[in-house]
């Protein structure tokens, strides 16, 4: 599975942005939540479930977008199950350190 990742980083933040690549460009919703999945925002470089979990562990930020990627947070203990947002097909979940 190949993911788009993008990091950001602002004042002191590290934010990762990431989603399974075969959902760019693709728009979901589900009664009043919609979701676009934006290459400009998630990047346009493949990157491995590796470098992900890398990335992730290192975040004071993170938006996971699909299943597979909101799998691998929940994988390394960065996203709990329950907290999921699933818009459409479309999962979805947040992080921050605090």
């Not at 990431?18 to 999945?37: A, M």
């Not at 590796?50 to 909101?70: D, F, H, P, S, W």
């Amino acid at each position: 599975m190949k993911f788009r990742m993008k990091i950001y980083r602002v004042r002191g933040e590290v934010l990762v942005a990431v989603c399974d690549e075969d959902i760019v460009g693709k728009t979901f919703r589900e009664k009043d939540l919609k979701i676009e999945v934006k290459e400009e925002f998630y990047g346009k470089e493949s990157y491995d479930e590796e470098e992900v979990k890398r990335a992730l562990r290192q975040a004071t930020i993170a938006n996971i977008t699909g299943k597979n990627a909101v799998k691998l947070a929940i994988s390394i203990g960065i996203i709990d199950e329950s907290r999921v947002l699933k818009i459409g097909e479309c999962w979805h979940a947040q992080m921050v350190v605090m």
